[in-house]
C-alpha cells in the first residue's frame, strides 16, 4: 500500500511539472535582434531587427518563420529567411530544430515557450554565416 501510494505521489509530481510547463496555443510573434551586423568600414557593429512569427501547440511549434532579420554571411550583412514547419517541444517547453539554406549553409534554432505565455530563443548559423539572433514573441 506503501508502495502505491509513493508511485502515485510521484506520478501526480512529474503531471504537474510537465502541465505547468505549457505555453499558451495559437498564433505567437514577436521580433529578433542581431547585435553583430558590420558593414564596410564599420568599427562597431550595428544593431539590426526583424520579425519572428510561428504557431504554438500542446507539445510543439509549427510554422517557425524568421523574416526581414539581416546575418553576416560572408562578407556583407543579407536577409536571410529561417523557416521550420515543425520544433517538438519536451516536457519542459524546450525544442531545438536545424533550417539548411542551400545557399549558405545550416541555422541552429533554440527555443522556450514559459508557462506565462512567452517565448523566447536564439538561431545560430553553423555554415558561412556567423552571429547569432536572439527573438522573443508573445500571442499575437
Do not use: H, W
Not at 548559423?125 to 556567423?130: A, D, H, M, S, W
Amino acid at each position: 500500500m506503501t508502495t502505491r501510494t509513493l508511485a502515485l505521489a510521484a506520478v501526480s509530481t512529474l503531471a504537474l511539472s510537465a502541465s505547468a510547463s505549457a505555453a499558451e496555443t495559437g498564433p505567437y510573434s514577436g521580433a529578433s535582434v542581431n547585435k553583430e551586423i558590420f558593414l564596410y568600414g564599420d568599427i562597431e557593429p550595428r544593431t539590426d531587427k526583424g520579425k519572428v512569427t510561428f504557431t504554438a501547440k500542446s507539445n510543439a511549434v509549427t510554422k517557425f518563420k524568421l523574416k526581414g532579420q539581416q546575418i553576416m554571411c560572408g562578407a556583407g550583412p543579407f536577409d536571410v529567411p529561417v523557416a521550420v514547419a515543425k520544433i517538438n517541444l519536451n516536457s519542459a517547453g524546450k525544442g531545438t530544430a536545424t533550417y539548411t539554406n542551400p545557399n549558405v549553409g545550416a541555422f541552429k534554432i533554440k527555443i522556450k515557450m514559459s508557462d506565462s505565455g512567452k517565448a523566447s530563443g536564439t538561431i545560430t548559423p553553423t555554415g558561412l554565416c556567423r552571429g547569432q539572433v536572439t527573438f522573443s514573441a508573445k500571442p499575437a
